[in-house]
């Protein structure tokens, strides 16, 4: 089983930044891609961003130029710095990995609890 844990979360103004990291832990065998969700409030979850093992990242219209999502294979980390912050930015934030837990096994869909950033001055 694969465990994620995030954090960075938290209040800000807007036109502020914030960087939100998420660790992965536990039966590790590999992963594959890492990305990011948000869901506001009354609206369906949405992908953010996303960043395969290859490095070859994508994002929402709505984020290109101002969020960035990276990540640190050797900690099994993302991380998302997000710049020039919105109220439309405000939403719960999902860590998501697939992943597989051992040799020969399919990729599963991991999941975060989720972490609170609001946008409001």
């Known amino acids: 089983q694969v465990r994620l844990v995030e954090s960075g979360g938290g209040l800000v103004q807007p036109g502020g930044s914030l960087r939100l990291s998420c660790a992965a832990s536990?039966?590790?065998?590999?992963?594959?891609?890492m990305a990011w969700y948000r869901q506001g409030p009354g609206k369906e979850r949405e992908l953010v961003a996303a960043?395969?093992?290859?490095?070859?990242?994508t994002y929402a219209d709505s984020v290109k130029g101002r969020f960035t999502i990276s990540r640190d294979n050797a900690e099994n980390t993302v991380y998302l710095q997000m710049n020039s912050l919105k109220p439309e930015d405000t939403a719960v934030y999902y860590c998501n990995a697939h992943a597989s837990v051992r040799i020969r096994a399919p990729l599963g869909d991991y999941w975060g609890q989720g972490t609170q950033v609001t946008v409001s001055s």
């Open positions: 536990g039966s590790i065998f590999s992963i594959n891609r």
């Open positions: 960043i395969p093992s290859g490095g070859i990242t």
